[in-house]
């Protein structure tokens, strides 16, 4: 029996230190695992652009990650509209958002900089992968007013099941990674068990946050298994089941994606 696809929804392949690129998406390719890779900077957007083009298997988003914002300008937006118009594995626009856990003194100008790049993913009809630390309340507070129409996902999610709750009431996606697997972490242990199916996603934000049992060593793409693996087992379904409905709904958001 084939095994099901798996999409891994944030991966920084292009940042693994112990393993060459090629390996780590061959390995994921044998496994029927789809990376979407995002960029955080100025010059990362073309990284990506190019690495979407090597493997038949990578996608792409293209963004500016908040600690980069002092760099973001008129010039960014440009660049990604050509990425985005000439290369259709360009998939959504990330990753964004706001993170006031290492600096608070310039969250004025992540949230401007969060707030362009929600309108330009609303003018492109593009998905937004969010990156949201330290900042919930004002991450979905800006989402209400300035999203449109373009699908959202909460990347990493490390909120509580009550903001969880928020998030899927406004038709945002949860993207669960390594974490989950971690013995200490409750709360997203309890998301995993209480959201519904219908707005999950898996990830892993290699090479950060390595799931168990592989912790203290590089994260890697292909550990997205394991992570569908924590969840199916959080709430006492098959892994396949989850992957599946994983699966269905990265389709569903992505939906020039083909394999």
């Keep these: 029996m084939n095994k099901p696809y798996i999409i891994n929804t944030h991966s920084h392949v292009n940042m693994l230190k112990n393993l060459p690129v090629e390996q780590a998406v061959k390995t994921c390719s044998n496994e029927n695992i789809i990376i979407i890779i995002p960029s955080y900077n100025n010059k990362s957007i073309f990284e ?13 988003y ?19 509209e050509t990425i985005i118009k000439n ?10 958002g706001l993170d006031y856990y290492w600096d608070k003194s310039f969250v004025d100008l992540q949230k401007e900089v969060f707030i362009k790049q929600i ?23 800006i989402l209400k007013q300035y999203n449109k129409n373009s699908v959202a996902i909460m990347h990493c ?3 509580s099941i009550e903001f969880a709750k928020e998030c899927i009431k406004q038709g945002i996606y949860i993207a669960l990674g390594g974490v989950v697997t971690f013995k ?6 309890e998301v995993a068990s209480e959201i519904p199916l219908e707005y999950l996603l898996l990830e ?5 946050l390595t799931p168990v049992p592989h912790r203290g060593t590089e994260n890697q793409p292909s550990y997205v298994k394991l992570v569908a693996q924590e969840i199916a087992q959080i709430r006492g379904i ?22």
């Design 48 to 60: 990506v652009d190019e690495l979407t083009k090597q493997f038949d298997n990578v996608y792409g």
């Design 62 to 80: 293209v963004g500016v990650f908040p600690e980069e914002v002092k760099e973001f300008s008129d010039k960014t937006l440009s660049d990604m």
């Design 87 to 96: 290369n259709k594995k360009i998939i959504g626009i990330g990753e964004v």
């Design 119 to 141: 309108e330009f993913a609303n003018e492109m009809n593009l998905p937004l992968n969010i990156h949201c630390r330290e900042a919930f309340d004002d991450t979905l507070e």
């Design 157 to 159: 999610f490390s909120g």
């Design 184 to 189: 200490n972490a409750v709360k997203v242990k």
């Design 204 to 208: 892993t934000d290699d090479p950060y």
């Design 238 to 259: 098959s892994t396949d089941e989850v992957a599946s409905a994983a699966t269905k709904n990265a389709l569903k958001i992505f939906n020039t994606l083909t394999f």
